[in-house]
């Protein structure tokens, strides 16, 4: 079992609609949660950063966190064509884990597309 | 006000050759994260490092693969006696402090390699 669970995709939606994208993982000594867009070829983008529990909004995208159900997702409202691109789910520990270090655990990705 | 910056943003070598990658990280950064994304996967922790220090290497390969932050320049990954499977884009990530999840990383544009 991989410890952070992404639907691939491809996503395919019209413009103006509301995106969903999740995962799920395993560990729960997680407990920072990103959410990385990349656009082909190109390298990843922050887009939000969550602590723990709970909801952060910024514009048209929500990040969401429910540490019981070890699952976070990312809404974008009013979808754009130029949010079509990879969006990738990224992890790290607390302090103390382990000897935990910085180091991110990523999601495979999830590929949208927003149709004109 | 530069990002993260890498280079060769494209690099081909035969079977055997040796690969070079150099990371810059963005200004006022000292703490430096490898990662390499093979086709179809997301990225995959490689190693973290600070000025002089390998801070994290828990994600290196035993063999053929190196990575060292001087303190003067940019961070270099080494691959020794390249093979098909190293074929991959590798990004470079650096982030002000470090410590568990206490600060977040930006991400350069990637260096492809292309192992012949």
């Known amino acids: 079992q991989k410890e952070v669970e992404q639907d691939p995709g491809p996503l395919s939606v019209p413009e103006g609609a509301i995106v969903s994208l999740n995962c799920t993982y395993s560990n729960s000594a997680f407990q920072y949660f990103m959410w990385y867009r990349q656009y082909s070829r190109k390298g990843p983008e922050l887009l939000m950063y969550?602590?723990?529990?709970g909801n952060k909004e910024d514009g048209r995208f929500t990040a969401q966190v429910d540490k019981s159900s070890k699952y976070i997702s990312l809404f974008i409202r009013d979808s754009q064509p130029s949010d079509s691109a990879t969006y990738l789910c990224?992890?790290?520990?607390?302090?103390?884990?382990?000897?935990?270090?910085?180091?991110?655990?990523f999601g495979t990705g999830t590929l949208l597309a927003v149709q004109p | 006000n530069a990002g993260v910056m890498q280079n060769p943003r494209h690099l081909v070598r035969r079977r055997g050759q040796e690969a070079r990658l150099r990371c810059s990280p963005m200004k006022g950064h000292s703490h430096v994260y490898w990662y390499r994304q093979l086709p179809e996967e997301g990225l995959k922790f490689m190693v973290y490092l600070q000025k002089e220090n390998i801070i994290d290497e828990s994600g290196m390969p035993k063999e053929r693969f190196s990575a060292e932050f001087p303190k003067e320049g940019p961070s270099i990954l080494r691959i020794q006696q390249v093979v098909r499977g190293d074929s991959a884009a590798y990004f470079c990530a650096s982030s002000r402090q470090g410590g568990s999840g206490t600060d977040t990383q930006y991400f350069g544009p990637g260096t492809r390699l292309t192992v012949l």
């Open positions: 969550t602590y723990s529990s």
């Open positions: 990224a992890m790290s520990f607390s302090a103390g884990y382990g000897g935990a270090t910085n180091k991110l655990i």
